[in-house]
């Protein structure tokens, strides 16, 4: 992989996803981080950018293989994003030769592994479940909202509502309102899932800043933990989304979650569509 973000004629990207949860990926290990909030918002627009869920910055880090930063297409920072973490360390681990990697995020610490059946596994960390850390103002498993939703931190917040059917769930209407809630003071990504088989669940996600996208990394794992809680499944856990299959494994060092990556494209941007931000 070329390294260097900026060039002479422009700015040097990636485009990858998993399960059809697209990111942007630009590594800035050896260079300033280019990334501010006008050019995430330019970048993030289908018509006039480039178009994705989140913008995935790869960064040099202390103790650990990278770091990476997240950006939604509203111009928002993420705190995580597991999606991109698999498919970034996927990228990583074929650049830097190895099997396994680890990484830094506002998450904290995290590491990542593939499979010997080319699945990409990366530990999301343990659950936040306190109030104040997730941030909500309510108790997290006892929401005052119709649907009795659940409230779980994967270094974003997420409100889970467990439904009858997820297909028929209304999550462009209810989504946006769920995300702007008063409960949440940093906004909420808001997941709907049903049971549809011994530890098996269907889910679909409306996140924050960003809207609704065939697949959410953290959202999954949120839903497994909240699933589990609710003594719906057990702690292993498969889950239908929208753009494909995840597998989350709440182990007793994390929540881990495993699932396939893509690689779409390399581009660069052009200094003319630079210089209009």
């Given at each position: 992989m070329d390294n260097r973000p900026l060039s002479d004629t422009g700015?040097?990207?990636l485009k990858m996803h998993g399960l059809g949860n697209d990111f942007v990926v630009i590594d800035a290990r050896s260079g300033a981080?280019?990334?501010?909030p006008a050019l995430a918002r330019a970048?993030?627009?289908r018509h006039r950018g480039v178009g994705f869920d989140q913008l995935a910055v790869i960064l040099p880090?202390?103790?650990a293989d990278f770091t990476l930063e997240f950006w939604n297409s509203d111009g928002s920072k993420a705190g995580a994003?597991?999606?991109a973490t698999r498919c970034v360390s996927d990228l990583m681990m074929r650049d830097l030769g190895k099997e396994r990697v680890t990484l830094t995020t506002a998450r904290g610490r995290l590491s990542a592994e593939r499979r010997a059946d080319g699945l990409v596994s990366v530990n999301m960390g343990a659950p936040i479940l306190d109030a104040a850390a997730i941030p909500v103002t309510a108790d997290?498993?006892?929401l005052p909202l119709t649907g009795a939703p659940i409230a779980v931190g994967m270094g974003n917040p997420h409100c889970i509502f467990f439904v009858e059917d997820a297909e028929a769930a209304d999550v462009s209407g209810l989504g946006p309102k769920i995300e702007h809630h008063p409960l949440f003071p940093e906004r909420t990504n808001v997941e709907f899932a049903s049971l549809v088989g011994p530890d098996h669940l269907r889910?679909?996600?409306?996140e924050r800043g960003a809207g609704i996208t065939l697949a959410c990394g953290s959202g999954t794992c949120a839903t497994a933990v909240a699933a589990h809680l609710r003594g719906l499944t057990g702690r292993q856990v498969i889950v239908d989304v929208d753009g494909g299959r995840l597998e989350i494994d709440w182990r007793e060092d994390g929540v881990w979650m495993t699932g396939p990556t893509a690689l779409v494209f390399e581009a660069q941007l052009s200094p003319a569509f630079l210089a209009a931000l």
């Open positions: 700015l040097r990207f981080n280019p990334v501010t970048l993030g627009d880090a202390e103790g994003c597991g999606n997290p498993l006892a889910m679909r996600v409306w």
